[in-house]
């Protein structure tokens, strides 16, 4: 059963545009969200995180966005530079007094010149 | 400050042998958890250990076990070897181990098994 979920397998988004990298989540229990970029060959690299609190946060050229009541959330990069092209992976976390963090599939962007 | 570290990063073991690997977090943190990335499932949490106690489990077998030191260093032993065990192992470290903080992810060890 797959509790957090990326239905886009791939994205192509040219440079200086706006790239969306959407999650969807089924456990109403979690709280915390998280994104993380990955290189090939090296470890995810945390990127934001958003409270069930808060329905936005934004860090630099990256804005991460919830709505808690269609258990989705989407990751916005602007504008979008050739430096962002890797996976990019959602994960959630719920239970308190631990970490254990539940990731999607992951979301190949590609930004292009 | 140190990133966290894996060793080795490179594995080739055979069927039935059994593996240990290594992981040291960031100085100060006391949660590690362990995952393992493969390419259609993604990153599956196998365990997390916070001052020594295995504090989660994920959905593997018993095959899969680790401990935690009172450095806070932590080791994953994978016993009796299968080919479905080449994977991606990463280990991440936390500070507060509370659910809502972030994981620092080291550079991974990627495991082949012959």
């Known amino acids: 059963d797959q509790q957090v979920k990326q239905n886009s397998p791939s994205l192509s988004v040219q440079e200086g545009r706006i790239s969306i990298l959407n999650c969807d989540y089924t456990n109403s229990m979690f709280d915390y969200f998280l994104w993380y970029k990955k290189y090939p060959a090296e470890g995810p690299t945390f990127l934001i995180s958003?409270?069930?609190?808060?329905d936005k946060n934004e860090d630099g050229r990256f804005t991460v966005f919830l709505n808690k009541s269609a258990k989705h959330l989407s990751l916005h990069i602007v504008p979008s530079q050739p430096g962002d092209s890797a996976v990019y992976f959602c994960a959630a976390s719920g239970s308190y007094n631990t970490d254990k963090l539940i990731f999607g599939t992951g979301t190949r962007l590609q930004v292009f010149p | 400050k140190a990133g966290v570290t894996q060793t080795p990063r490179y594995l080739i073991k055979t069927r039935g042998q059994q593996v240990t690997l290594s992981c040291s977090p960031i100085s100060g943190h006391r949660s590690v958890s362990w995952y393992q990335q493969t390419p259609g499932q993604g990153l599956q949490f196998l365990f997390e250990y916070f001052s020594e106690t295995q504090r989660n489990k994920g959905n593997f077998p018993g095959r899969f076990s680790g401990r935690q030191f009172s450095n806070s260093r932590s080791e994953m032993n994978v016993s009796t070897l299968e080919l479905g065990d080449s994977a991606l192992y990463l280990c991440a470290s936390s500070l507060a181990g509370l659910g809502s903080s972030e994981q620092y992810f080291g550079p991974g060890t990627r495991l082949t098994v012959t």
């Open positions: 958003i409270s069930s609190i808060k």
